[in-house]
């Protein structure tokens, strides 16, 4: 593997695919947890610098975020470059949408597209630390308002155009009683005990026709120190989903009533501290997720198309915040069979492996394909156009 300081230092000229392949591996080999890519997001804004970009470092007031542009014309292109691994290292692939989105924007600009090229370093999309869901930040300070359409990525098991993604947000809940021991357990006030009723209250709502397809994963992270102690605290996170705006709102408010009902009923103090912003449901750009497909099926690859509702993935992301600000388009790449899992070792193991960098050469080839199409196409331009204006940017 070349060194850090050698892939950023080469000089702005044809970039080669063994040079994006070395962004993976760089990635990669990195691994730093959401909120704490510092190495990882000064190695890509210095690859691009050295490609010509011209670079904000960092970006939105996040220490590991970065925003590169290059050009001035029009159509705006943004690619979201992920860059945070799970602490199994990149097992979700990060490390390949990085590459992808660096590959993408260098070779675009090396076909003379005429448009203006950015590249925006998000950081945290696994929703861990201080920056947990980065995107609805950029968002909410402007960061898409001159981008006319933008593009996302991500490994999967399978080929896809368009993305569903479920309204989603990850909270802790946190209970504080009195500890005491089994001899004086009269004098105790049980926090253990609080958090299971919210628990098997969550189960049932979940059970129950009113909140028909609301998800809750949960996992206990505290809960007491000894069996001969009444559990002083307790704490719990709780991922909580729905493709239903309503539903899922009236589950959340459910909850929280729930939370503070349980601290009533066991005499204990409850809060509730939220780790994420709530990830939106995502708004499908079909104009441009069809141009995806079209080019897709000229490497042979015919991808399902997500856009259009034929079925349900239950992965949630910030990117759907972006995708009801701006026009989205979304690829998924296949590296790993439909038996993997994603988060796990195995699934880390597909996404460093030189099967997974094949499928790449193919993703960024279609990618820059589609935003050259896009921007001669002035009938699916107009489109585009007409949908950001509806989005309200």
Known sequence: M???????????GRTSFDEIVEVSNKVF????????????????????????????FPYCDMKT??????????????????????????????????AWAVGSAIKLKESGYNGKIVVIGTPSEEGIGEYSGS?????????FKDIDFVLGFHPDSEWNVGCQSPNDITFDLVFKGKASDMENVQLGRNALDA??????GIRKL??????????????????????????EAARMEVDLRSFDDSIFKSAYNKIKKLTKSAGRRYGVKSSLKELTPVYKVYHNAREIDEVLFKNLAKHGIKPNKLHIGNQHQMGATDEANVSVVVPTGHLDMKIAPKTVPGHSDSFRSHAGSKGALRALRTAIDA?????IDIERDTETLDKIYMLKRNLGV
Not at 195 to 200: A, F, G
């Open 195 to 200: 958090l299971v009723y919210v628990y098997n």
């Open 65 to 98: 975020s970065f925003r590169a542009e290059y050009g001035t014309g029009k159509p705006t292109v943004c690619f979201l470059c992920e860059e945070d691994a799970l602490p199994n290292g990149h097992s979700c692939g990060h490390n390949l949408i990085a």
């Open 2 to 12: 070349l060194s850090e300081h050698k892939l950023c230092m080469r000089i702005v």
């Open 29 to 56: 080999g990195l691994a730093e947890l959401g909120s704490k890519e510092f190495r990882t997001s000064s190695f890509l804004n210095s690859f691009l610098k050295g490609k010509g970009f011209s670079t904000t």
């Open 206 to 231: 979940e059970s129950s026709k009113r909140y028909s397809g609301v998800m809750a994963g949960m996992f206990i992270k505290e809960g007491g120190e000894a069996s001969n102690i009444v559990p």
């Open 135 to 143: 995107k609805e930040r950029m968002v909410r300070r402007g960061a």
């Open 367 to 371: 990618t820059v394909e589609s935003c």
